[in-house]
Protein backbone atom coordinates (compact mmCIF):
# COMPACT_ATOMS: atom_id res chain seq x y z
CA UNK A 1 0.00 0.00 0.00
CA UNK A 2 0.90 3.39 -0.98
CA UNK A 3 1.10 6.68 1.25
CA UNK A 4 1.14 10.48 -0.28
CA UNK A 5 0.96 12.81 1.69
CA UNK A 6 0.07 16.25 -0.36
CA UNK A 7 0.60 19.85 0.93
CA UNK A 8 -0.37 19.21 4.29
CA UNK A 9 -1.06 22.17 6.60
CA UNK A 10 -1.43 21.39 10.68
CA UNK A 11 -2.02 23.37 13.24
CA UNK A 12 -2.06 23.54 17.43
CA UNK A 13 -4.36 26.25 18.43
CA UNK A 14 -3.09 29.15 16.47
CA UNK A 15 0.63 27.56 15.92
CA UNK A 16 1.06 26.64 12.40
CA UNK A 17 3.28 23.61 12.60
CA UNK A 18 3.26 21.75 9.32
CA UNK A 19 3.46 24.14 6.44
CA UNK A 20 2.42 22.47 3.23
CA UNK A 21 4.53 18.87 4.04
CA UNK A 22 4.65 16.58 0.94
CA UNK A 23 5.94 13.06 0.87
CA UNK A 24 5.29 9.81 -0.70
CA UNK A 25 6.02 6.08 0.20
CA UNK A 26 5.97 3.77 -2.48
CA UNK A 27 4.26 0.22 -1.76
CA UNK A 28 6.47 -1.90 -0.20
CA UNK A 29 9.12 0.88 0.78
CA UNK A 30 11.03 2.03 3.47
CA UNK A 31 11.13 5.79 4.13
CA UNK A 32 12.52 7.90 6.66
CA UNK A 33 11.39 11.22 7.76
CA UNK A 34 14.35 13.36 9.61
CA UNK A 35 15.02 16.72 10.72
CA UNK A 36 16.11 18.31 13.81
CA UNK A 37 13.81 18.63 17.03
CA UNK A 38 10.53 20.17 16.66
CA UNK A 39 11.01 20.00 13.44
CA UNK A 40 7.25 18.46 12.73
CA UNK A 41 8.22 14.63 12.42
CA UNK A 42 5.99 13.20 14.89
CA UNK A 43 2.89 15.96 14.28
CA UNK A 44 3.32 14.58 10.22
CA UNK A 45 2.53 11.25 11.52
CA UNK A 46 -0.54 12.45 14.03
CA UNK A 47 -2.18 13.72 10.86
CA UNK A 48 -1.34 10.83 8.65
CA UNK A 49 -3.09 8.59 11.63
CA UNK A 50 -5.89 11.32 12.06
CA UNK A 51 -4.87 12.34 15.92
CA UNK A 52 -4.14 15.68 14.89
CA UNK A 53 -5.55 16.40 11.53
CA UNK A 54 -4.63 18.47 8.98
CA UNK A 55 -6.60 21.86 8.50
CA UNK A 56 -6.07 21.42 4.33
CA UNK A 57 -4.23 19.53 2.23
CA UNK A 58 -4.75 15.90 0.79
CA UNK A 59 -3.63 12.56 2.54
CA UNK A 60 -4.43 8.97 0.42
CA UNK A 61 -3.22 5.53 0.98
CA UNK A 62 -3.34 4.08 -2.87
CA UNK A 63 -5.98 6.55 -4.35
CA UNK A 64 -8.22 6.60 -1.62
CA UNK A 65 -8.60 10.30 0.12
CA UNK A 66 -7.92 9.37 3.81
CA UNK A 67 -7.37 13.10 5.20
CA UNK A 68 -11.35 12.91 6.88
CA UNK A 69 -11.43 9.94 8.10
CA UNK A 70 -10.87 9.04 11.71
CA UNK A 71 -8.22 7.65 13.89
CA UNK A 72 -10.52 3.89 14.35
CA UNK A 73 -11.09 3.97 10.20
CA UNK A 74 -7.94 4.05 9.21
CA UNK A 75 -6.56 1.58 11.33
CA UNK A 76 -9.04 -0.70 9.80
CA UNK A 77 -7.06 -0.03 6.53
CA UNK A 78 -4.22 -1.11 7.95
CA UNK A 79 -2.88 1.92 8.71
CA UNK A 80 -0.86 1.47 12.14
CA UNK A 81 0.94 4.18 14.06
CA UNK A 82 3.54 2.52 16.92
CA UNK A 83 4.16 5.85 18.94
CA UNK A 84 7.68 6.48 21.06
CA UNK A 85 7.86 5.60 24.47
CA UNK A 86 6.16 3.26 26.45
CA UNK A 87 2.74 2.26 25.22
CA UNK A 88 1.50 -1.28 26.61
CA UNK A 89 -1.04 -1.97 28.05
CA UNK A 90 1.37 -2.29 31.75
CA UNK A 91 -0.83 -4.57 34.00
CA UNK A 92 -0.91 -6.92 31.17
CA UNK A 93 1.07 -9.49 30.88
CA UNK A 94 2.65 -9.96 27.56
CA UNK A 95 1.10 -12.66 26.29
CA UNK A 96 -2.94 -10.86 27.28
CA UNK A 97 -1.31 -7.78 25.56
CA UNK A 98 -0.40 -9.90 22.21
CA UNK A 99 -4.14 -11.83 22.25
CA UNK A 100 -5.59 -7.86 22.76
CA UNK A 101 -3.85 -7.11 19.51
CA UNK A 102 -4.82 -10.36 18.03
CA UNK A 103 -8.52 -9.59 17.72
CA UNK A 104 -8.18 -6.57 15.84
CA UNK A 105 -10.08 -6.36 12.62
CA UNK A 106 -7.76 -7.07 9.60
CA UNK A 107 -7.30 -11.10 10.13
CA UNK A 108 -6.86 -11.89 6.69
CA UNK A 109 -3.75 -9.73 6.77
CA UNK A 110 -2.30 -10.56 10.06
CA UNK A 111 0.98 -12.08 10.48
CA UNK A 112 0.17 -14.99 12.71
CA UNK A 113 1.26 -15.31 16.65
CA UNK A 114 4.05 -17.75 15.52
CA UNK A 115 5.32 -15.86 12.64
CA UNK A 116 5.40 -12.86 15.18
CA UNK A 117 6.99 -15.19 17.92
CA UNK A 118 10.13 -16.11 15.45
CA UNK A 119 10.37 -12.71 14.68
CA UNK A 120 10.60 -11.85 18.44
CA UNK A 121 11.96 -15.37 20.13
CA UNK A 122 11.85 -13.32 23.88
CA UNK A 123 8.34 -12.50 23.65
CA UNK A 124 7.41 -16.37 23.96
CA UNK A 125 9.74 -16.20 27.46
CA UNK A 126 8.44 -12.90 28.27
CA UNK A 127 5.21 -14.29 27.93
CA UNK A 128 3.96 -14.58 31.61
CA UNK A 129 5.71 -11.20 32.50
CA UNK A 130 3.63 -7.99 33.37
CA UNK A 131 4.58 -5.53 30.35
CA UNK A 132 4.78 -2.34 32.74
CA UNK A 133 7.78 -4.34 34.23
CA UNK A 134 9.31 -5.27 31.01
CA UNK A 135 12.77 -3.28 29.99
CA UNK A 136 12.53 -0.14 27.07
CA UNK A 137 13.72 -2.30 24.64
CA UNK A 138 11.35 -5.59 25.36
CA UNK A 139 8.52 -2.98 25.22
CA UNK A 140 9.45 -1.58 22.11
CA UNK A 141 9.73 -5.48 20.53
CA UNK A 142 6.04 -5.50 22.18
CA UNK A 143 4.67 -2.56 20.35
CA UNK A 144 6.11 -4.15 17.18
CA UNK A 145 4.61 -7.43 17.99
CA UNK A 146 1.31 -5.49 18.34
CA UNK A 147 1.31 -3.75 15.70
CA UNK A 148 2.13 -6.95 13.44
CA UNK A 149 -0.66 -8.74 14.80
CA UNK A 150 -3.09 -5.95 13.83
CA UNK A 151 -2.21 -7.24 10.06
CA UNK A 152 -0.44 -3.49 8.78
CA UNK A 153 -0.31 -2.29 5.51
CA UNK A 154 1.53 0.55 6.37
CA UNK A 155 3.54 1.20 9.90
CA UNK A 156 4.58 4.58 11.23
CA UNK A 157 7.57 4.06 13.52
CA UNK A 158 7.97 7.54 15.54
CA UNK A 159 11.89 7.15 16.86
CA UNK A 160 11.98 3.12 18.02
CA UNK A 161 15.43 3.54 19.12
CA UNK A 162 14.28 6.05 21.82
CA UNK A 163 15.75 5.01 25.39
CA UNK A 164 17.26 1.93 23.76
CA UNK A 165 20.65 0.54 24.60
CA UNK A 166 22.75 -0.05 21.70
CA UNK A 167 22.54 -4.13 21.80
CA UNK A 168 18.67 -3.43 21.55
CA UNK A 169 19.40 -0.57 18.76
CA UNK A 170 21.07 -3.75 16.96
CA UNK A 171 18.08 -5.96 17.37
CA UNK A 172 15.91 -3.05 16.41
CA UNK A 173 17.95 -2.81 12.69
CA UNK A 174 17.75 -6.55 12.38
CA UNK A 175 13.82 -6.48 12.27
CA UNK A 176 13.36 -3.07 9.96
CA UNK A 177 15.80 -5.49 7.60
CA UNK A 178 12.90 -8.16 7.89
CA UNK A 179 10.17 -5.59 7.42
CA UNK A 180 12.06 -4.14 4.66
CA UNK A 181 12.43 -7.95 3.07
CA UNK A 182 9.05 -8.38 3.48
CA UNK A 183 7.73 -5.78 1.85
CA UNK A 184 5.51 -4.22 4.97
CA UNK A 185 5.42 -0.39 3.53
CA UNK A 186 7.22 1.84 6.43
CA UNK A 187 7.71 5.28 7.13
CA UNK A 188 10.51 6.05 9.99
CA UNK A 189 11.69 8.96 12.36
CA UNK A 190 14.51 8.88 13.98
CA UNK A 191 16.77 11.62 15.90
CA UNK A 192 19.73 8.84 14.89
CA UNK A 193 19.40 9.52 11.50
CA UNK A 194 22.21 7.17 10.13
CA UNK A 195 20.43 4.00 11.94
CA UNK A 196 17.24 5.12 10.03
CA UNK A 197 19.31 5.93 6.78
CA UNK A 198 21.17 2.29 6.74
CA UNK A 199 17.67 0.91 6.74
CA UNK A 200 15.95 3.10 4.53
CA UNK A 201 15.09 2.95 0.79
CA UNK A 202 14.53 7.15 0.62
CA UNK A 203 14.88 10.24 2.91
CA UNK A 204 13.07 13.22 3.36
CA UNK A 205 14.72 16.14 5.95
CA UNK A 206 12.35 18.40 7.25
CA UNK A 207 12.68 21.91 9.03
CA UNK A 208 10.14 24.08 10.57
CA UNK A 209 7.33 21.88 9.34
CA UNK A 210 8.45 21.96 5.30
CA UNK A 211 10.31 19.68 3.50
CA UNK A 212 14.08 20.68 3.12
CA UNK A 213 15.86 17.94 1.45
CA UNK A 214 14.35 14.06 -0.35
CA UNK A 215 16.78 11.85 -1.61
CA UNK A 216 17.58 8.87 -1.81
CA UNK A 217 18.98 7.04 1.73
CA UNK A 218 22.66 6.29 0.61
CA UNK A 219 22.92 10.04 -0.96
CA UNK A 220 21.74 11.76 2.08
CA UNK A 221 23.92 9.37 4.23
CA UNK A 222 26.97 10.04 2.10
CA UNK A 223 26.22 14.12 2.10
CA UNK A 224 28.31 15.87 4.09
CA UNK A 225 26.26 18.64 3.86
CA UNK A 226 23.47 16.57 5.63
CA UNK A 227 25.33 15.23 8.23
CA UNK A 228 26.19 18.64 9.27
CA UNK A 229 22.71 19.62 9.35
CA UNK A 230 21.75 16.98 11.10
CA UNK A 231 24.42 16.74 13.52
CA UNK A 232 25.53 13.34 13.19
CA UNK A 233 29.24 12.51 13.28
CA UNK A 234 31.02 9.90 10.81
CA UNK A 235 28.89 6.76 10.23
CA UNK A 236 29.59 4.09 12.71
N1 LIG B 1 0.42 19.27 21.62
C1 LIG B 1 1.10 20.33 21.17
N2 LIG B 1 0.66 21.59 21.39
C2 LIG B 1 1.32 22.67 20.91
N3 LIG B 1 2.46 22.58 20.21
C3 LIG B 1 2.96 21.37 19.96
C4 LIG B 1 2.32 20.17 20.43
N4 LIG B 1 3.05 19.11 20.05
C5 LIG B 1 4.10 19.61 19.36
N5 LIG B 1 4.05 20.96 19.30
C6 LIG B 1 5.01 21.84 18.61
O1 LIG B 1 4.98 21.53 17.23
C7 LIG B 1 6.28 21.55 16.68
C8 LIG B 1 6.59 20.21 16.03
O2 LIG B 1 6.62 19.21 17.04
P1 LIG B 1 6.85 17.68 16.72
O3 LIG B 1 6.62 16.93 17.97
O4 LIG B 1 6.08 17.30 15.52
O5 LIG B 1 8.41 17.66 16.34
P2 LIG B 1 9.40 16.43 16.11
O6 LIG B 1 10.07 16.70 14.81
O7 LIG B 1 8.69 15.15 16.28
O8 LIG B 1 10.47 16.67 17.28
P3 LIG B 1 11.30 15.59 18.17
O9 LIG B 1 12.49 15.24 17.34
O10 LIG B 1 11.68 16.39 19.37
O11 LIG B 1 10.41 14.44 18.46
C9 LIG B 1 7.22 21.92 17.82
O12 LIG B 1 7.48 23.30 17.74
C10 LIG B 1 6.43 21.58 19.05
O13 LIG B 1 6.80 22.42 20.11
MG1 LIG C 1 8.85 13.59 17.61
Known amino acids: MSLTVDG ?13 ISLNVGDG ?13 TTTMRSIVGLTPARS ?9 ISRLQ ?6 LGL ?9 YGSLTVRQNLALAAERPRKEAAWSLERVHDMFPNLVT ?15 MLKLARALLGGPRILLLDEPTEGLAPG ?30 RYADRGYIIEKGTVRYEAPAAELRDSAEIRRYLGVGVDT
Request: proline share 1%.
Open 8 to 20: IHTYYGQSHVLQG
Open 29 to 41: ETVALLGRNGAGK
Open 57 to 65: GSIRLDDKE
Open 71 to 76: AYRLAR
Open 80 to 88: SFVPSGRRV
Open 126 to 140: LAGRQAGHLSGGEQQ
Open 168 to 197: IVADLGRWLAILRKEKVTVLITEQNALFAL
